[in-house]
């Protein structure tokens, strides 16, 4: 099959919880269609409703991952809470640089999503299946 796919350009600041131009950044991540089509599609719409604008990494545990994907406006959250989607086959391994969707058990990926800092291949087990990978900007994040 052919794999769509797209690239999302994050600008980070407050790096170190710091704030001025030398604590911001970039990251690019490289969204596969193929990997997991229905993480992908939310994927796009998550970018396409400009839900990921002005969201803060919420949760980072070092050699693990970093975790964003919440809406700091409780209307939006509200909204998006029972918009759950099926979970898709795992075709790829949570390695360095992939990226997933945070669950509270099957079949309730939302809006969370974390990025894997180490290799987490026992997240594979589990069901978490990347859909997207950090293609640039690792260290940013």
Avoid: C
């Avoid at 969204?31 to 939310?42: D, I, K, M, Y």
């Avoid at 990226?99 to 987490?120: D, E, M, P, Y």
Wanted: charged share 25%; hydrophobic share 40%.
């Amino acid at each position: 099959g052919t794999d769509n796919v797209f690239w999302v350009e994050f600008d980070v600041r407050n790096l170190d919880g710091k704030s001025g131009a030398e604590h911001q950044g970039t990251f690019v991540m490289e969204v596969h269609e193929e990997w997991a089509p229905l993480g992908a599609a939310r994927m796009r719409e998550l970018v396409d409703t400009n839900f990921l604008n002005n969201l803060r990494f919420f949760r980072v545990i070092n050699n693990f991952m970093a975790q964003f994907g919440i809406s700091g406006d409780p209307e939006v959250s509200d909204k998006w809470r029972p918009l759950k989607i099926p979970d898709d086959p795992v075709k790829m391994s949570n390695l360095r640089s992939y990226v997933s969707f945070a669950t509270s058990g099957k079949n309730t990926r939302t809006t969370q999503l974390f990025i894997n800092f180490n290799n987490n291949k026992r997240l594979d087990n589990m069901g978490f299946s990347p859909f997207a990978k950090v293609i640039k900007g690792m260290d940013v994040v």
